[in-house]
Nanobody, 119 residues
Framework: QVQLVESGGGLVQPGGSLRLSCAAS????????MGWYRQAPGKQRELVAT???????NYADSVKGRFTISRDNAKNTVYLQMNSLKPEDTAVYYC?????????????WGQGTQVTVSS
């Protein structure tokens, strides 16, 4: 059974930093494209950052230069380092895993971790 478990969220002041972790189990992480998404109250879920199984990285324009996504396949864990946090970064952050095999898409989500940026 595949599980993605996020951790590291919390309350931080504007300008502060947080590091989110996504621990995967029941799967071989290195064949999956991994991503972080977020959903603020009243808004749709949006992409924050992705890292493919080959290591290609993509960021939303709103977080470029402030957030860094990384993966440690040996630890089956994906990270999101968030610096220079802004109140508009407040949201529930979700980990996502995707893998395409023989035209079938396998996709999994974590339960989310709350990030609140406020003074």
């Amino acid at each position: 059974q595949v599980q993605l478990v996020e951790s590291g969220g919390g309350l931080v002041q504007p300008g502060g930093s947080l590091r989110l972790s996504c621990a995967a189990s029941g799967m071989i992480l290195n064949i999956y494209d991994m991503g972080w998404y977020r959903q603020a109250p009243g808004k749709q879920r949006e992409l924050v950052a992705t890292v493919t199984s080959e290591g290609s990285i993509n960021y939303a324009d709103s977080v470029k230069g402030r957030f860094t996504i990384s993966r440690d396949n040996a630890k089956n864990t994906v990270y999101l380092q968030m610096n220079s946090l802004k109140p508009e970064d407040t949201a529930v952050y979700y980990c996502n895993a995707q893998h395409l095999l023989l035209s079938k898409k396998y996709e999994y989500w974590g339960q989310g971790t709350q990030v609140t940026v406020s003074s």
